[in-house]
């Protein structure tokens, strides 16, 4: 009943007219920003973050949550039809959709894309429902020890999961950590690596280091790629499958969505991870994996479920515990912190209608979704023939204004700037910028809870690994370091992300 009350207390937030709204909104621009590519759905939230300051807390986390799990959908259409990955999750669905659309099967491919999104998706939001509360009170067993403790695993989770040399993911890590203690220290009261600049005393802000390194940078980095706008011309027909194409998708669908939940949750996890691990766990577990890659359906079904699952699910170590299981829920994270909500279990307690509302925000937004990407087929597909060159100088004064809007200050645009340089030759040297965000938002939790900790102990080390919760969480965090060096795992962690 518990359960009950609460998704009903969040129905009554998510209903209301302007958190319908919101809502749209978010779906609409996280549609639009998966059929871009190269606009990720990060960069939109990052420099989305300085307009919603002045909305509501729950209108502004569910637009933004909208344009997370909305970009997963509309990344399939382009995958699907012009063989364009609008997002990073959609990659896989090239593989056997575009063949789909080559064979007159486009139709059918997007309509089992947007029901086994859409299914994910409901399924998704029941998990977290459920999961959330059991969380939320292991979160409560929860000490300096054992926040510290799960922080250190989510930073090495996110090294092991990162693209390129492991080596460029720790220094990442790294210095995004002292950048992230860089102002006056609340104990002493002393500067740490200010240099005299007054401007850095309250730390170095986090919209403008978001919106330069995720925003600006990406977009650069996209525009120095030759752009292919070659539009299949394809007639949709019918858009519902037949009854084998359904009978095939369905436990794909099922499949995809309980591995992507699982994914989503881990540390490093994501939308991303999920669609590509569903679609090697459906070619493995196929009696005639020979189809994969000539338009099989189940390659469709399994990551596009799998991918919405995952967006989803990355929102209960948010939600539950305060701690972003990847770069986008880092985001989130600043955006709750701007806002004045602490992010943490007390959350639940303290703002249930902000909770459990962003929760029952995330079904409608599906349900918004269907709505969205089928009829509009046309009119996102005819978006791709706008050219980057366009629209970057208008995204880069969209920019510098929502930087500037935070505190009226020319110093926040100047450090942008520099952060957009940096994230352009971060990206140039193989270097993933996703670890350094999730650093410098966890690097003064990190400090926080350590100091804490050490204090409770009198100085006693061994308090982290004294306290069961801390000592396990540990423990893992040594195991996943240990995968990471491990010469033969290493190559095959390689050969996973080159595949």
Known sequence: MDLIGNLATGFSVALTPANLGFCFLGALIGTLVGVLPGIAPITTIAMLLPFTFTLPPASSLIMLAGIFYGAQYGGSTTAILVNVPGESSAIVTCLDGHQMARKGRAGPALAIAAIASFAAGTIATLIIATASA????????????????????????????AHGAPGKAVAMVVVGLMLGLVGIDVNTGAPRMTFGIAELGD???????????????????????????????????????????????????????????????????????????????????????????????????????????????????????????????????????????????????????????????????????????????????????????????????????????????????????????????????????APFILGFILGPLMEENFRRAMMLSRGDPMVFLERPISAGLLILSAVLFAVLVSPALRSGREKVFQE
């Open 134 to 161: 059991p969380m939320a009170w292991l979160a409560l067993k929860f000490t300096a020890p054992e926040y510290f403790s799960l922080m250190v695993l989510g930073l090495t989770g996110a090294v092991v999961l």
């Open 203 to 433: 730390g170095i802000g986090f919209v403008p280091i978001a919106i330069g390194m995720f925003g600006i940078a990406e977009l650069a980095v996209t525009l120095g790629r030759p752009q292919d706008r070659t539009l299949l011309d394809v007639k949709l027909g019918s858009l519902w499958p037949s009854r084998e194409e359904f009978r095939a998708s369905v436990p794909a669908m099922l499949r995809g969505t309980a591995l992507g939940s699982i994914l989503g949750v881990l540390p490093g996890g994501g939308a991303a991870l999920s669609s590509f691990a569903a679609y090697a766990f459906e070619k493995k577990s196929s009696k005639t994996p020979e189809r994969f890659g000539h338009g099989a359906i189940e390659g469709v079904a399994a990551p596009e479920a799998a991918n919405n699952a995952g967006a989803q699910t990355s929102f209960i170590p948010l939600l539950t515990l305060g701690i972003p299981g990847n770069a986008i829920m880092a985001l989130m994270v600043g955006a709750m912190m701007i806002q004045g909500v602490q992010p943490g279990p007390q959350v639940m307690t303290s703002q249930p209608e902000l909770f459990w509302g962003v929760i029952a925000s995330m079904w409608t937004g599906n349900l918004m979704l269907i709505v969205l990407n089928l009829p509009l087929i046309g009119l996102w597909v005819s978006l791709l023939r706008v050219p980057y060159r366009l629209m970057f100088p208008a995204i880069v004064l969209f920019c510098c204004i929502g930087t500037y809007s935070v505190g009226n200050s020319a110093f926040d645009v100047g450090v942008m700037l520099l952060f957009a340089l940096l994230g352009v030759f971060f990206i140039k040297v193989g270097a993933e910028p």
